[in-house]
């Protein structure tokens, strides 16, 4: 009877248990949620069903939802960062005076079995007003205009490397062997080239000479190369590859004058910024896909107000102007350094359980600083004996290169970051402040597990 009796107690008291309600706190009482889509958008101001409707995306529908938001006294609103489908519509509600947060999408996730597009907007809604929503990192309007241009641009670099390739792709077939004696098919000898077979020249010899002297091989030796087959097929597809190539030649140089121009719209504005000069860099290589027409150089020590960023090794024009398109000014939002780490995704994704680190992988996903980095920490790995090459083989030879090269770009974003936020000027370590440092640490984790164990001063005087 005893054992039946406290069955009975266990069971009343699970029961009165799971009777419990679990309260959590309001943190944004008038809040809004909304499901972004191609074609409409669900808001939800509450849980009821009269509280959520459907818009279209046209302009007025998208002031008619503000509208109604206004009308319920929403002043906070919360959606996923859905393709550019959110852009208009996020631009609608800040115009209006509301305070619109971006969420990435695996946040916002619904419980599994629960996907409908009424039921997501008020899921969205329910999270955002218990505050458990945190927006996404937005550049300012003047560093989106820039990198507008920037990816419009690095696009048209990709279109143009297709072609590049088409063309290679074309004279193989035509028996022009120009890619084995020249080492860039769209160099000045190979362009000279590709333009005279095109307007219709054969002759191997009068092709040859079409060589710049800076070209390794001899008239004679590109001669052997340039005896085609005849086809016409692949020469009338060769000649509209030349041509598709010559016309992306031209919009990258008119993007790079509208880039130039606006740089120096932006810094025109800002006494502060303009005031700073700097000397050129005669040692910093120039890419071929680096823009001919403005000095980098000044223009991004002028737009970071004094700060070289280029004073770091193996850091190129394309990622200073990478940093300047995709996060500009907007790098101040970032507390610390190891916060701007975590959004590029170059820190360790931890995961402990039970006191073990199951895993300390980067985390997936990427974006086009956190490639810009990662290329230039590439190339610091092929310099030598500098402060950071030295570090970069150090972690190679422990872990790996593809390791190194994660780890040095998370050092660069560190070294930017401390650059731009805390004006510290780049100075690189020398073998004796790396082993002061190396000192210091060895002596801080002495001093860590020292207070864990609760050692006395008088139990560290022992003999080996």
Not at 43 to 70: C, M, T
Not at 121 to 135: A, R
Not at 337 to 356: D, E, V, Y
Not at 388 to 404: E, H, M, P, Y
């Amino acid at each position: 009877m005893s054992k039946i009796h406290s069955l009975r107690v266990f069971f009343k008291s699970k029961d009165v248990f799971m009777r419990k309600k679990v309260s959590m706190e309001v943190i944004n009482p008038c809040a809004a949620g909304i499901d972004v889509g191609s074609r409409s958008h669900y808001a939800a101001i509450g849980q009821g069903e009269s509280d959520v409707r459907e818009f279209g995306v046209y302009n007025e529908n998208l002031l008619s939802l503000a509208e109604w938001f206004l009308e319920n006294g929403i002043k906070t609103v919360a959606m996923e960062s859905t393709g550019t489908y959110w852009q208009s519509l996020y631009a609608t509600l800040q115009s209006v005076g509301l305070e619109v947060i971006l969420c990435n999408g695996k946040f916002t996730k619904n419980i599994k079995g629960k996907k409908t597009d009424v039921q997501d907007c008020q899921w969205i809604q329910k999270l955002h007003t218990l505050g458990l929503l945190s927006g996404s990192f937005l550049p300012d309007e003047a560093t989106e205009q820039l990198r507008t241009y920037c990816r419009h641009r690095t696009n048209l670099l990709e279109q143009s490397a297709g072609t590049t390739k088409k063309m290679q792709k074309y004279l193989r077939l035509l028996n022009l062997r120009l890619d084995v004696v020249v080492k860039d098919v769209v160099g000045l000898s190979g362009l000279a080239i590709i333009d005279a077979i095109c307007k219709g020249e054969t002759n191997p010899e009068k092709l040859a000479a079409y060589r710049h002297g800076n070209c390794k091989k001899s008239e004679q030796e590109i001669a052997k190369a340039l005896q085609w087959n005849g086809r016409k097929d692949y020469l009338f597809a060769l000649n509209h590859e030349y041509q598709m190539y010559q016309n992306l030649q031209s919009k990258i140089t008119e993007c790079d004058i509208e880039l130039e121009k606006l740089l120096n719209e932006q810094i025109g504005q800002d006494d502060n910024k303009k005031q700073h000069v700097i000397d050129k860099k005669v040692y910093k290589k120039i890419n071929k896909n680096t823009p001919k027409n403005m000095d980098i150089n000044l223009l991004s020590y002028q737009y970071f107000e004094g700060v070289d960023l280029l004073a770091i090794e193996g850091v190129s024009y394309s990622t200073v102007l990478t940093l300047m398109s995709e996060v500009g000014s907007g790098i101040h939002k970032f507390e610390s350094a190891k916060q701007f780490s975590s959004w590029l995704r170059l820190s360790p994704n931890n995961k402990i359980s039970g006191g073990k680190v199951l895993s300390n992988k980067i985390p997936k996903g990427s974006n086009r600083l956190k490639i810009a980095l990662r290329n230039a920490a590439n190339a610091i790995g092929n310099l030598k004996d500098t402060a950071l090459s030295n570090f970069f083989k150090r972690i190679a030879f422990r872990k790996g290169r593809v390791s190194a090269i994660s780890a040095t770009a998370r050092k660069l974003a560190v070294i930017i970051w401390n650059m731009l936020v805390k004006k510290v000027p780049y100075k690189a370590e020398t073998p004796y402040e790396f082993i002061d440092q190396k000192r210091k640490r060895k002596v801080q984790e002495m001093k860590k597990l020292i207070a864990k164990f609760d050692i006395k001063t008088d139990e560290l005087n022992f003999q080996l």
